[in-house]
């Protein structure tokens, strides 16, 4: 055989810049998808704790609809759940319409506030 490649003749491969360009653009890929992944864990903590506030704030509200009676004013406290502490605060107060009465219940951590809800009653009830 005859060997056709004259002495210009490259060898094959990459050189050290077209490596470094590569390396550089996989540095970067690889930063956003562990920045997305941070973010993304972030998120589902948040979302965690809403969820769990949500249902703190369910059972304050619920108390709240099966008492016998429930005065106006303010009332707060703690309840532990999911291995947490979560402070609750509620507040009832009256509407305009005759024998009805507002219950606002907010909950919260450290954080601050994670959850809240408003419901009503009639004050008989």
């Known amino acids: 055989m005859i060997d056709r490649r004259g002495p210009k003749a490259r060898s094959a491969g990459f050189t050290l810049i077209e490596m470094l360009v590569a390396l550089a653009v996989f540095a970067l890929a690889a930063m956003a998808l562990l920045n997305l992944?941070?973010?993304?864990t972030?998120?589902?903590v948040r979302l965690e704790e809403r969820t769990l506030g949500g249902v703190v704030a369910e059972n304050v509200a619920a108390e709240a609809m099966i008492a016998?009676?429930?005065?106006?004013?303010?009332?707060?406290?703690e309840t532990q759940m999911a291995g947490r502490v979560w402070r609750w605060r509620r507040v009832v107060t009256g509407t305009e319409v005759p024998g009805m009465g507002r219950?606002?219940?907010r909950v919260s951590t450290d954080d601050g506030q994670v959850a809240d809800r408003v419901l009503f009653r009639s004050a008989g009830a």
């Open 37 to 40: 992944s941070g973010e993304s």
């Open 103 to 105: 219950i606002d219940v």
């Open 68 to 77: 016998q009676s429930l005065p106006v004013g303010e009332t707060s406290g």
């Open 42 to 44: 972030r998120s589902a």
